[in-house]
């Protein structure tokens, strides 16, 4: 969905570096959500916010941390990469008070 | 701990076919399902979704079904097309509008020609 961009859409890096992953939107959503995908699982939730004063950790939180600087921009970060965290990063906004969420195109990121 | 899951990992139909796609879900509290389908290299689109106050729900050669009773739900696919290859996710969320959505494994589609 072309309203939801994230970059990098690929990356590779090396252990113990930080990585900044970067979401943006053009839907004027309030909501918007970091999950990352492993090979053979569903998306797991990392961090989600309800607007730019609401950030609340999802399941799967250690290791992340995010920002989010406006309305539109939401970006997750790994403070110190670690080889498990290699993964398939995706950014998600919905509209308050729905559930439908719509997705942006994912970063692969890989940590050697 | 609650948990959704699917039945199958892979689902191989002939095309024009009905494909049947199913989901268990263990979450007696969720109130809101929702399928995705995930084409290569891209992101989850929306299909359609149901609420629980709901049994059937049809939309445009998609049809979603949930059986509360018995903690299921599943999507039918009419007609099956090879540009509905994909891997299809279901995810269920309560109390909706303050829980993000809690997704399955995915079922992996194959639509043979």
């Known amino acids: 969905d072309a309203d939801v961009t994230q970059t990098p859409r690929n990356r590779i890096t090396k252990t113990g570096k930080r990585i900044m992953l970067e979401c943006s939107q053009t839907k004027g959503h309030d909501r918007m959500y970091w999950y990352r995908q492993d090979p053979g699982l569903g998306l797991r939730l990392i961090y989600y916010?309800?607007?730019?004063?609401?950030?609340n950790k999802g399941e799967i939180s250690d290791g992340y941390s995010v920002s989010r600087q406006a309305q539109a921009k939401f970006s997750l970060s790994l403070e110190s990469a670690i080889p498990n965290q290699t993964a398939l990063y995706f950014c998600?906004?919905?509209?308050?008070?729905?559930?439908?969420?719509?997705f942006g195109p994912g970063t692969r990121l890989t940590v050697t | 701990g609650e948990s959704v899951g699917l039945h199958l990992p892979t689902l191989s139909v002939q095309e024009g076919d009905n494909s049947i796609i199913n989901c268990a879900y263990s979450?007696?509290?969720?109130?809101?399902f929702i399928w995705y389908k995930q084409e290569s290299g891209k992101g989850p689109q929306f299909i359609i979704d149901?609420?629980?106050?709901?049994d059937k729900r049809q939309g445009q050669r998609v049809t979603v079904l949930l059986n509360k009773t018995v903690k299921h739900l599943s999507l039918q696919i009419a007609a099956t097309q090879p540009g509905d290859s994909a891997v299809y996710f279901c995810?269920?969320?309560?109390?909706?509008?303050?829980?993000?959505?809690?997704f399955g494994s995915g079922t992996r589609l194959q639509v043979q020609p």
């Open positions: 995810a269920e969320s309560m109390d909706t509008g303050r829980r993000a959505l809690t």
């Open positions: 979450n007696s509290a969720s109130d809101y």
């Open positions: 149901i609420r629980s106050n709901m």
């Open positions: 916010s309800f607007d730019v004063k609401d950030i």
């Open positions: 998600a906004t919905s509209v308050d008070g729905t559930d439908e969420q719509y």
